[in-house]
């Protein structure tokens, strides 16, 4: 799974520099477009990682730093000219897990991306899956989409799971019998449909009850 990167810069020299960068790395890179709306943006989408100026329109990023860590604990690395001590300082009490000043060294500021991503999803093998705004944090048995989150019991979180690795292809009821369950035996047969139905009543709470469609016949698949 690639990680994905916000880009918040108003220089498009800059926004394109990072965004190749970044996709020859292997990284999901999108540069953010309303600068009015960076924060609902960033809510909406849930990128793993967000690279943050501070100088922009509408909004600056000491402001949209502030009202994103109010809201979510997604990682944020302030890229920015403004080096004095009082920018960083202020960056990192407002939430900010990293400064880097320009012009930055590549090679440092993908250091810090890798290490801040690897901190933020891979403590204790915690893993993210995702599909559009839909998230699943495995770590946490949680999903998510824009700012709502439900928690799910096992057999629930691992029924998304199937489905989202599945990528939107049908998923038999025997296949997820026999992950759920190693055996399409001595299972009732609406202990499946059960589970199904109230992993669906989860994701119609925050928004995602669609998604999971039911093929008569043939299984299940997720479509965002």
Known sequence: MAYSVM??????????????????Y????RAAEDF?????TAL??????VLLDINLPYFDGFQICRKLREQSKIPIIMVTSRDSEMDELMSLNLGADHFVAKPYNPQILLAKISALLSRAYETDGARILRMGALQLDLGKSEASMGSETVELTKNEMRILQILLESNGTIVSRDNMMNA???TDSFVDDNTLAVNVNRLRKKLQAIGAGEALKTKRGMGYSLLI
Do not use: N
Request: hydrophobic letters at 40%; zero cysteines; glycine letters at 2%.
């Open 180 to 182: 759920l369950w190693q």
């Open 7 to 24: 880009i918040v810069e108003d220089d498009k020299a800059i926004r394109k520099e990072l965004q190749a960068l970044l996709e020859r």
């Open 44 to 49: 909406e989408e849930r990128p793993h990682l």
């Open 36 to 40: 009015s709306r960076v924060v609902e």
């Open 26 to 29: 292997g990284y999901e890179a």
